[in-house]
């Protein structure tokens, strides 16, 4: 049974940092793209970050480029999104999702097999 379990959440201030954790069971998780994401407008599940099955080449929404930084421990079987400089609109339930495309990252949230329950992140003063 594929589970993917995300923490870390939780209520910051603007400015401060989180860093969300999501970990995989039931699947070989070297063999899987992974990604984040969190609702957006006019959309369910709005593409945050993803990352590689070997950690290498990492994209990001316009949104959070140079704030988020997502990085993965296959060892432990776990994906993290750093998220820093946090502002009051990433206010959101982060999403992590998987799929065993081969290269590359994948970007829509279509492209996701497996998704995870989700972990509320709200950044407020």
Known sequence: ?????ESGGGLVQPGGSLRLSCAAS????SSYRLGWFRPGPGKEREFVAAIPRNGGST???DSVKGRFTVAR???KNTVYLQMDNL???DTAVYYCAGNRRRYGVSLEEGEYDYWGQGTQVTVSS
């Open 1 to 5: 049974q594929v589970q993917l379990v």
């Open 73 to 75: 421990d296959n060892a």
């Open 26 to 29: 039931g699947i070989s998780f």
């Open 87 to 89: 502002k009051p609109e």
């Open 59 to 61: 994209a990001y929404s």
